[in-house]
Each structure stands twice: as C-alpha cells, then as structure tokens.
C-alpha cells in the first residue's frame, strides 16, 4: 500500500508546485494509512479556488493553480468565481462551495488511473451569485470516458447546493472527466473528487427480484448514489466514515413511524464476521449500532410491515443495498422476518442468528430492482414479521442504500450514450426485436395484405356528408373569438402580398402553399353547399371540397372580418407555412380574392379525436390505440416546441384540434392562437385558450410559457382515460372540472371509479400507472415541475410498450398453458402453472422452459 501511495506522489509532484503541499499530502497519506483503506487514486480539486483547502476531516482540495496540468480547455479564459465577492451569499456548511470555476468549452480534466477498479466520483455544484456569469442558467452534461453522469443538468435552485456521487468501474490508464455545455450555455463546477474505491464494496452479483433469482454484471454498470440512509440513527459525516461518505437519517423515509421504534447500542458492540468481505469499508459501526424496529408487535392486530419509500426516476434499474444487524434480541435465533422491495418478497424468513453466528454482527443484502418494476417512480422497502410460530413478532433494519445504475445507453441521466447517439426505449431491444419477428411476423405481413385490401375497399366512393359528425372542426368554438363586426380584410398584411397573384391560375406560391383562385374553391364545395359543412367554428365553416384532380381538402371559409379573425387566420398562415411534421395538419394553400379568407387544409378523414372518445356511435377506440394517437399529438407538439426555428407554443391544445387521418395518425391543428414562445422563456400576454385546459399558473400570472401546452395535453391525457367532457357543469360541483376531479380521485385511490369503464379491464396496471402519472405531473400547479413534452412522449412510450408487453405476456401464457396440457396431460400438476409464471420457473419442463425464459428477458429489462 505504502509502496502505492509514493509512486502515486510522485506523479502529482508533475503538477503540485508547492513543495511545502507535498509534505503535507503525504503526511495526510501516512496518517490515513492507519485506518484500514488507502486510496490508490486521489484527486481533491477545489475548483475556482486560489489556495487549498482544508476540510474539517483534514482532506484538503487542491486550488486551480496546482491542478491546471490535469485540464484540457480551448478557451484562454479561465474563469474562476468567488463568493467572497458578493456578500449577499447564505452561509454555506462546506468551503468547497464558496469558489466555481466556469468553461465556455468544452473542457476535460484527466486522471492518471494506477490501478484500475471502481472509483467514486464526487461532484459539488453551488450556482454562486456572479455579476457577470448567471450560474443558474448554465445547462451542461458531464460525462467520462464510457459513461455520461448529467445530461443537460442545471443547478437552477440558487440556495441549494447540488451533491453527486457516482460509482464508476474504471480500466483505462487516462480516466476523463468533460464538461459539456449547451450551445450558447456554459458549464461551471465548483468541486471533484476522484478517488478509488475498495475493490469489495460493490461486488458484481445481487438478488434480482423479478424474476427472483441472482443477478450478475453489476461490476458493467456505473452506479449513481441516491440515497444512502442510516435507519435508526443520527447523520454519518464523511468524517465519521472511512470513505467519506455522508449517511442521512431515515425520518423523512419512514412512512409508518407510529409502528416504529429507534434503538441503538454503542458503536463498540458491533462486530463484523471474521472472514469476508464485510468490514468496517461497507459501512461504519455506527450504521450498524442503531436500527429502528417494531413497536410492540404483538398488540397490534393485524401484523404491519416497516416501511421506507424514497423518490426514484423511472426507467433505470436500481441497486438497493439493506444493512442489518441483530441488535435487539436477547438469544440466536429468535428474529425472523421478511424483505419486500416494491412489493416483491425480496427475503422470506430471514434468519440473522444463520447468517452471522453471533449476535450485534452486520449483514448486508444486495437487491436489483429492475426498471419495469418501478412504475410509481419510487421504491418501498419493507420489513415485516414472518408467520412463524417460534421466535419474536419484529422486524429490524439498519441501513439502506439505493444506487441507480446505467442504462442501455451507458448513461445515469437521459437516454444519449457518450458519443450523442439515443439510445432509448423507442427503438425496440434486441429481445423484443426477436420476439417480434419469430412470433408475430409471420402474422402481421398476412394481415398487413388483407388492411391494405380492406382500405382500398373503403377508399372507394362513399358520400361523406352524410355523417356530419364534427361538430367544432377545426374551427373549435371559443365564446372569446367570435367573430361579429365586419372590418376591411384587405387591410391584412399577410395576404395583401399576394393581391398581385389573385388574377393568376392556381399556380403562385407561398412557401410550399397554393394559391387558389376563388372560383376554385366555389367549384370544390358546390359553390359553398351547406350540405358539404363538416364543422362550424367562432368565425366561419369547414367545408368538404373536392379539388379538381378529386383530391378531397378541408376548406375553412371566414365569415366577417374583425381584427381578431384576421389576426388569427394570419397567425394560421404564417405559422403553418413554417410547420411542416407528419404530426401536424398541413396547409396546401389558400385564397385571399374578393375579401374571402379561405384555407384550405389536407383532409382528416376521420375528423377530431374526440369525436371518438364520447358523445358518438364511432367504434370504441383501445387503450393501445388510444396511446398511439396520443404519442402522435406529443411528437406534433414536440415539434412545435422543440423541431422548428423557433419554439412555437401552442396555446389551444385539446382533443378537439387534434385530428386523426384515415390511418388514425393523429395531427395536430389550429394555429390560430399558437406564438413563438423561446424555450423556457416567459412571455406576457392576453389569456387565450379553452375552458377546462386552460393552465391555471398561465391564468393566474399571464406568463406564458411552453409549459402551459403542457397542461392543457394533461387534461388530454385524463379526458383520453376517462372519455367525458372536460367542463361538464350538470354533474355535482366537485365533478364539474374533470381534471380537478380525476387528480382527487386518484388521491384518494379510487381513480378507477373515473377511469373508462368500457376499456379499464384492458388496461394493464403497469401501463396505466406510467401513464397516470406523467399525466398527474404534467397537472402539476407550478409550471416548473411540469415535464417537458421529450419527457412526455417518452413515458407515453413506455406506457405504450408495458401495455404491448402485458398483451404479450398474456397471449404467452395462454401459449404455456396449453403446451403444458398438451405434456403433462397424465400429471395432475397442470393448475399450478395457471399463476404467476415466473415463480413457476423452476419446476418448468425443458419443452417450455424456453418461453419461460422468454418470460424472464422481457421482464429483467
Ligand atoms: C470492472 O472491474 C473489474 C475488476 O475490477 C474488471 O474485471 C471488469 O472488466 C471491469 N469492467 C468494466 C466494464 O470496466
Ligand atoms: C438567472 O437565470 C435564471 C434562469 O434562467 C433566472 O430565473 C434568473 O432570474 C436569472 N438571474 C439573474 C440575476 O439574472
Ligand atoms: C467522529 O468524527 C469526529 C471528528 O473527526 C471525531 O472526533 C469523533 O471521535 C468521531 N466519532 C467516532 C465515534 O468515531
Ligand atoms: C429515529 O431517529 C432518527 C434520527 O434521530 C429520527 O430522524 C427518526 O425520526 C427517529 N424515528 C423514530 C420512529 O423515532
Ligand atoms: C457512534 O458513532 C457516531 C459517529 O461515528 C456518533 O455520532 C455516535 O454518537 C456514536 N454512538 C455511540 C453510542 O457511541
Ligand atoms: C408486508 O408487505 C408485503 C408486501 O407489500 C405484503 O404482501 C404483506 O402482506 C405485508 N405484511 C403485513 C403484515 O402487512
Ligand atoms: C416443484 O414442485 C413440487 C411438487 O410438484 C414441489 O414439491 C416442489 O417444492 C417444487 N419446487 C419448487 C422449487 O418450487
């Protein structure tokens, strides 16, 4: 070790260039010799910083100076941040805090590596008050050599520091550390810590929990600390703890602490087995000295289970680590109990006595918990006496630790690998991929012959006008833009430009628009027969038209002019010659001639989705379906805020003004209120929009941001769930707004009374929770807590996918069943196989012992 620690010394001397630093490092080196881990690597920076400094645990960060060897940056610029500049900063508990150093670029620091192995990496993040640089408004990623640690994170809270830690298995020599920033952003960081880990903190195999069985190759994934809670006792500093490493106590975790009592002993007591790899680097005795258990178990009737829950983020797998020790029974084997995680019987009957030999002796347990179980975005831990006549009514445990680890794309936050690439769950895995194909393709090409036969057959001639089904169609009512007094519509910039083409044959352009001559548009609805209205809007009807080569286009026809409705129908038109998206209605052209303002729009055969949802004899549409179309409407909103020049919101989303083609391919429509609103900017305005989605934040402050969209296509999601009218004024008061009311019936766990009643069987419970709940924050008060609609779309996906799954499981275990009956029709076993099929793994016959494993792969994703 000591060996190590030299060579190691003699490296920093590269760039140390104090001498007396040296002496005192390696001081510092020897005196942690002592105890019973050494790093092998040890990088300390305190970015932004003059001089070094000093922790109350004696680690001492190096400054800038002395670390500028390790930083690779093009800029000249250096920017270093003091807090001592600005007097008005709250008194932070760290020093490391109190400096940042800020990179325009991209800049790498590097980190000799001498023996390869899991490192933590620690970073600390405090935007400091500056006069030239607005630290809570830099977006960066930072990411090493395999793995990306932050994507686009902002420290956008300026009195909350921000602490990362993160586990990484590193075998390079070089081990780079690079800061990313946003283009026109910039990155700041105001800490690191790059120091090894012992080899025996994180070994490569746990307990998988679904299916239950081992689970092997954590040593492949980068973990990112959570949480790290010391159940039962007082916060752990770093300077308490061999690795640095900070324990919070459990009770704002502990969700039933009527049940629960504290206990502890004195840190001495505790032993740790002889032999192993548990010692004091796993976590310190006092981890172990003190545990909550169970309050006087056996009066209360029935039975409960001690319970912790901590907020997680969906679609990443967690390691879950549990710390026990027996520090409350009087002899060996009295204490039996049962681990849940999520629900899953992690542990049945654990006997510590059996595991330790001895009394007051830790143990620890490893859980992954895979990304498919966490539907809620949170984990429940759970301890709870087991049925057996011997031995105590109690439960205990010490310690728990929850890691996120990588996902597919090597990442701890978002779906982008290293090199930029998306790696997310809408490009299906290779398992599925194969399930797919082998199952269904075969399937799917046969039907895919008899869709396109059935659609040709359907495209033939029908009279279309007779179902006058869309009652608001594109032009959606608004008590707020009728229109009533006639003004000059040639005073209209927007289509004066075009007074020169009005003599012209149908030929001119505007963008990839039409212009269309008025007579036209008179031959293509039968001179504006009444009989070919498909919708009556605030200023003017839809109408069927037929161009003359039987193209069928929707033609939206103004009826008077005031300045509103121009105002609109220009914004309609400057908006959607920019726009252009398989998800967003497309305009083919339009005609200003003989103050007429005419659209004319690609036709949507199967008119607003509504129209499907209630209120008609439509068929009923899937929760799949009903998912698709919804996944369609967030990639045209997507688009919108994200896809064009500018960031466009569109002020008026609701089920109505999304439209659905012969295909169901969803689009979104009417522009007439939609304004370039910058990302993330806010902007003042006139409130506009429709009853019932309108934002109440927007309502309240007439900011308006993109996060107001947002709103309002949650309340699409919940009118999609439960398919009635969002304003419904004949129900009782508490009803009458249906957002309001399936968000408190959620609350009180009854959303199932609201939900559709006619699809809710269908529904798997998984996809149903995702999707309750990016709908339920997409409800949220406050616009910031809202997600973006990329997130949106992602877990609509996600939905979608665990629906489809659900459906595949099914159909899977109709396919064992009846292949079980088939082989084992002499054994009367058979109903046994009905359950659960996982926990039916290892009595399975080879025969289907391969779909079971199917089984396996779909879920351990
Ligand atoms: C992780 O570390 C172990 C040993 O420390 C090594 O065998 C393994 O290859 C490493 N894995 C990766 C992905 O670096
Ligand atoms: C810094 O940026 C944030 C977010 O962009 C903004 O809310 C804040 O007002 C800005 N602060 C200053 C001092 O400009
Ligand atoms: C905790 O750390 C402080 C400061 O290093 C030290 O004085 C104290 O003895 C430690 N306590 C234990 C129980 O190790
Ligand atoms: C146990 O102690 C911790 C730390 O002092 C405290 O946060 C928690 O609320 C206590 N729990 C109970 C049930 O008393
Ligand atoms: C055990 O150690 C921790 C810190 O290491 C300290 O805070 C606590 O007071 C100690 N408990 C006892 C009972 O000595
Ligand atoms: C403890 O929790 C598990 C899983 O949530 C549950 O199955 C079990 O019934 C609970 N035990 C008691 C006694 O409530
Ligand atoms: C397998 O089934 C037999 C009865 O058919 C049962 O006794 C045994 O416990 C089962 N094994 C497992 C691991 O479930």
């Not at 056996?298 to 912790?308: K, Q, T």
Request: hydrophobic residues 40%; aromatic residues 10%; charged residues 20%.
């Amino acid at each position: 070790m000591e060996v190590e620690n030299k060579v190691i010394i003699v490296k920093l001397s590269n760039f140390v260039s104090s001498l007396s630093l040296i002496l005192h490092l390696f001081l510092f080196t020897l005196a942690k010799c002592d105890s019973s881990f050494s790093p092998n690597v040890n990088y300390l920076i305190d970015c932004g910083s003059s001089h070094p400094t000093q922790l109350k645990d004696g680690r001492i960060f190096k400054s800038d100076r002395e670390t500028t060897s390790l930083l690779s940056t093009t800029e000249d610029l250096h920017i270093s941040l003091n807090s001592n500049l600005s007097p008005s900063i709250p008194s932070l508990s760290l020093p490391l805090y109190q400096t940042a150093r800020v990179f325009q670029e991209e800049s790498t620091y590097s980190f000799y590596i001498s023996k390869s192995g899991r490192l933590w990496i620690r970073l600390y993040f405090f935007p400091l008050p500056d006069p030239s640089f607005n630290l809570t408004s830099a977006v960066f990623s930072v990411q090493t050599n395999h793995h990306v640690l932050l994507h686009e994170f902002s420290a956008w809270n300026n009195d909350t520091p921000v602490f990362k830690e993160y586990l990484v298995n590193v075998s390079d020599s070089i081990f780079s550390l690079e800061f990313k920033p946003k283009k026109n952003s910039f990155a700041f960081i105001n800490a690191i810590e790059v120091v090894s880990a012992p080899d025996t903190l994180i070994s490569d195999s746990a307990t998988a929990l679904s299916p239950l069985g081992e689970f092997k190759g954590l040593l492949n994934s980068a973990l990112e600390v959570s949480y790290r809670i010391n159940v039962g006792g007082p916060v752990i500093t770093p300077d308490n703890d061999t690795l640095s490493r900070t324990w919070e106590t459990d009770g704002s975790y502990n969700i039933f602490p009527q049940g629960s009592v504290n206990v502890s002993v004195s840190n001495k007591s505790i032993k740790y087995p002889r032999t192993g790899i548990l010692t004091p680097l796993i976590a310190p005795n006092s981890v172990y000295a003190s545990a909550v258990h169970m309050k006087d178990a056996r009066v209360m009737e029935p039975n409960f289970n001690l319970s912790w829950v901590v907020n997680v983020e969906s679609g990443y797998s967690y390691l879950i680590r549990i710390h026990f020790c027996d520090i409350v029974s009087k002899s060996l084997n009295r204490l039996y109990f049962n681990v849940y995680i999520n629900g899953i019987e992690g542990v049945s009957s654990l006997d510590l006595s059996l595991q330790t030999k001895a009394l007051a002796t830790a143990f620890y347990k490893d859980f992954v918990l895979n990304a498919f179980s966490i539907t809620s975005g949170s984990i429940l831990v759970q301890v709870g006496p087991a049925n057996l006549q011997h031995g105590m009514t109690d439960a205990i445990a010490n310690g728990i630790e929850v890691m996120k680890m990588s996902n597919n794309a090597d990442s701890l936050d978002g779906f982008f690998s290293v090199d930029g690439k998306y790696k997310g769950p809408s490009s299906p895995t290779k398992a599925i991929k194969i399930f797919a194909c082998v199952g269904i393709a075969l399937a799917v090409t046969t039907m895919l012959l008899l869709a396109m036969i059935c659609i040709r057959w359907k495209k033939r001639p029908q009279d279309w006008e007779t179902h006058n089904r869309f009652s608001s169609w594109l032009l959606p009512f608004h008590s707020a833009r009728m229109v009533s007094s006639k003004s000059s519509f040639r005073s209209s910039n927007a289509f004066s430009s075009h007074k020169s083409n009005k003599h012209g044959h149908g030929v001119s352009q505007k963008g990839r628009e039409r212009f269309f001559p008025f007579s036209e548009m008179l031959q293509a609805t039968n001179n504006f027969d009444e009989k070919k209205v498909i919708g009556i809007g605030g200023f003017g009807k839809v109408y069927l038209g037929t161009l003359e080569d039987g193209t069928k286009v929707a033609i939206k026809r103004g009826s008077g002019s005031s300045e509103q409705g121009i105002n609109e129908f220009r914004t309609e038109l400057e908006m959607l010659s920019k726009l252009r998206h398989r998800h967003l209605v497309s305009l083919m052209g339009f005609c200003d001639e003989n103050s007429e303002m005419v659209l004319v729009y690609e036709y949507m055969a199967n008119g607003p989705f509504r129209s499907h949802l209630y209120g008609s004899n439509l068929p009923l549409l899937s929760w799949e379906k009903r998912l698709e179309i919804c996944i369609g409407a967030a990639r045209g909103l997507h688009y919108l805020h994200t896809g064009a020049a500018q960031s466009i919101t569109h002020r008026d989303v609701k089920t109505t003004n999304i439209l659905l083609d012969e295909n169901y391919v969803a689009k979104v429509s009417d522009f007439g209120l939609s304004k370039a609103v910058p990302e993330k900017a806010q902007v003042s305005t006139a409130v506009k929009g429709s009853l019932g989605y309108l934002d109440p934040e927007y309502y309240r402050t007439q900011q308006l941001t993109q996060k107001s969209d947002i709103y309002s296509f949650g309340v699409v999601l919940i009118e999609v769930l439960c398919a009635r009218p969002v304003i419904c004024p004949t129900l009782p008061r508490e009803e009458i707004n249906l957002a309001d009311w399936a968000m408190a019936q959620h609350r009180r766990r009854v959303l199932n009374e609201v939900i559709d009643p006619r699809i809710i069987k269908s529904i798997s419970p998984q996809s149903l929770n995702v999707f309750v709940q990016i709908a339920e924050r997409c409800l949220s008060d406050s616009g910031v807590d809202r997600p973006s609609v990329g997130d949106v779309l992602w877990h609509l996906e996600y939905a979608l996918r665990l629906q489809d799954d659900a459906t595949r499981i099914k159909e899977l275990d109709e396919k064992i069943e009846s292949i079980v009956t088939n082989e084992c029709n002499d054994n009367d076993n058979v109903a046994g196989h009905s359950g659960d099929p996982a926990s039916d793994v290892s009595n399975s016959t080879d025969a289907n012992s391969a779909l079971f494993s199917q089984i396996a792969n779909f879920q351990g994703r």
